[in-house]
């Protein structure tokens, strides 16, 4: 039965159809449905497969020269070199497709992390499941800022409206209702009693029976026709993929020089295009995109190990250049844990004791216990708080809801029970600032709560209760007492009330006037105990860190003092209004601290940070944050109390809300970034070498120091065995000690560009040396060869243990990296088995060396170790990069 359908059946027969009702599902039969159907998932996009994958590495135009090369040297009989040129080009393939997977598995594994939740009522109690647990019949809860997790059919609405642009295109929000429809409803927008999967709650609230699940819903349904797959592609993959193919253009035709330059010196015409072709695979870093590539899933996953799930892997890269972290107070910087500290009430100010949301504790007015229920006016006060209150308390010292009404639920707790039916409820809307509830007294009577900012409060009461009567409101004294529990770090709210007569059965945003003020609850909601630590972290690394909060703007500044946030005072939302962008973006100069802000606010001081060059990575939670972290270079949710417009809004969603998760995921991303720049400063001097190697032979017209095959046997064994283990290089110390990365940096920083230079022309250098000095001494050209072959691989292996740290001496982590020291051991044996196995002695050109020739080779090869360190030493010193 299609949605058209159950929008013309009442929600009543509906229940009876599915043996349901408005209080859910019992916890068996949803079980017995759950194991009938599984998981009720949208159909995922099929990823392709291993085979896509390892073809997908030949569509390269180096890939297409190689096999070109292949072919001719088979049929010039050079059987051996044209195995060795498949063997490199198929390894390359099996390694790309390897590394290409791992990468996507990552990635996939991480996506099942940030399975959509949603509210449901079960034996009419409520809890919260993975949506892909719900099954039909199941009773959904919805509130402004949910996604929907299933089709619904609506029972209950209050002020609802939906974005269905998902649907229907259409930008402006629907408004949705319970009413039957009978004359027929085809279009999305006409089924308005229907709420449907994907879609986004923008306003209100609401109940609904779950009509249809995952491929049976309308967007599931969609899904079927749409499968789309996406490349892992980011915009330093691109540039590594332009940096590649620049390359590649520029030694292919140093390669074409090569060959032609050689034919004129007299050489072998076989000969000097093997020479060429093995010029091109030993300059060209085919592999590096690919080794980038799971550099950052790597760095995804550790960041997953640290609460912080990447949602867009360009993240990964913006997170090592991230200048400013706008962030929130409330369940980031703070526990997210609130407790009623203080109550005003009829002039006086009573304490409370007892933590978190346990209703264990005391009330004591001028340092002497008191009975809170001898004071008409506190016990008005709590009741407000608990009957205006949507949480509810568990027994086990945990609540289910806002953490501000649980506080409020918890200090009511702790002065007795209060009950009265709710009639109905206007929300909490961030513009109108209140949350009011309907009542009925036990004499039949009605009866308003209201709870919300005191300003707010203030101006819609009339009188104010003092325990015995109702007496002109003291604005004064209240915003006094208030604005003292603010400067204490509490958050404050304020309490009224309302006698309205029988007959009143509804209410809504606009009768909520002439009300009786009754009191304040203050409340704290402490630093988090790691928050202090991770500030200080951001200050050494460079990383400014801007409170942008709801709260009242002493709780905020005082807050910020606590938790070491540096601001020359603080700014509320209505001063930012009155500032142009010019003004205000002077005073973000200074001010870190912005309370009382609107979604607005957020957005401006984001965009201001922006234009003023700064990476900005912004966290929020709530439907309101979604503009702003969609404009910030990092949009962080928080995945706990985040809302899924704010997930999907947002490029990395933190696990546990804690701010030093952040801290911890650029620590990560810097460490992504510096593992990259560490590849490529190893693999690009290396390759130069190689390939310099055979252009410095040809050009002066001498005797080659390495034969093609040894050429393309070398390229192959290290790149892979010395190459890939860098990606696994443990985290270098102090990394967070350093500034940010410029987010417009070139890959190729000067000091990679100066070791290209210096490293290639040290190799060069040791070959040559090493192989004339044999030369002299035997005349044996097989064994010179073999000779300065082992000394290329020896720089390679010297220098790979310099490029652990570009700027860093190497100490005590000289032998940190096991797969490093692995990789290493594979290559040496390999490289033994070539020199002293008579058989590959005769197919690779290479011969049995002596003691003496192996001291010569450390001996020469290990000086570029010795001189890069030196470098670094030279430069840390005198302060260059």
Known sequence: MGEEKWCAISAEDVFSLFGSSPDGLSNEEASIRLARDGYNEVAAKKEHGPVYRFLKQFASPLIYLLLIAAVITLFLGKYADA??????????????????????????????????????????????????????????????????????????????????????????????????????????????????????????????????????????????????????????????????????????????????????????????FMASVSLAVAAIPEGLPAVITISMAIGVNRMAARNTIIRTVPAVETLGSATVICTDKTGTLTRNQMTVTQVYAAGKTYILTGEGYSPKGNFFLDGSEVDPLQDKALVETLKAGVLCNDASFNGTDSIDGDPTEGALLVSGLKAGEFYLPRKDVVPFEPEQRFMATLHEKEDGSRIIYVKGSPETILGLCISQFDGKDLVPVDTEGIMQAAEQMASGALRVLAMAYRNVPKDVTGIEAEDIDGLVFVGLQGMMDPPRNDVTEAIAKCKTAGIRVIMITGDHLKTAHAIAKKIGIESAGAMSGSDMEKMSDEHLSERLESVSVFARTSPEDKLRIVKLLQKKGETVAVTGDGINDAPALKTADIGVAMGLTGTEVAKEASDMVLADDHFSSIVAAIEEGRDVYSKIQKVILWTLPTNGGQGLSIVIAVLLGITLPLVPLQILWLNTVTAIGLGVPITMEPKERGILKRPPRPPDESILVPLIKRRIVFVSLLIVAGAYLTFFLKMGREGDLAAARTVALNTIVFFQIFYLFNSKSMYEYVRKDLLSNKYMLLGIGIVLSLQLMITYNSSLNSVFSTAPLLAVDWLMIVVVSSTVFFLIELEKYLYKKHGFS
């Open 83 to 272: 195995a060795v040129i498949a063997l490199v080009v198929l390894a390359n393939a099996i390694i790309g497709s390897i590394q290409e997977g791992k990468a996507q598995n990552a990635l996939e594994s991480l996506s099942k992390l940030l399975v959509p939740e949603a509210r449901i009522l079960r034996d009419g109690v409520s809890m919260v499941l993975p949506s892909r647990e719900l099954v039909v019949g199941d009773v959904v809860l919805l509130e402004a800022g949910d996604r929907v997790p299933a089709d619904l059919r609506l029972f209950y609405t209050k002020n609802l409206r939906a974005d269905e642009s998902l649907l229907t295109g259409e930008s402006v929000p629907l408004e949705k209702n319970t009413a039957t429809i009978t004359t027929g409803c085809v279009s999305f927008g006409d089924q308005k009693n229907i709420s449907f999967a994907g879609t986004i709650i923008s306003q209100g609230q609401a109940k609904g029976i779950v009509v249809a699940t995952g491929n049976d819903t309308q967007i599931g349904r969609i899904s079927e026709f749409i499968r789309e797959s996406k490349d892992i592609s980011t915009p330093l993959l691109r540039k590594m993929a332009r940096l590649s193919v620049n390359l590649s253009v520029v030694i292919v035709a140093i390669a074409a020089l090569t060959f032609a330059v050689g034919l004129v010196q007299g050489y072998d015409s076989v000969e000097v």
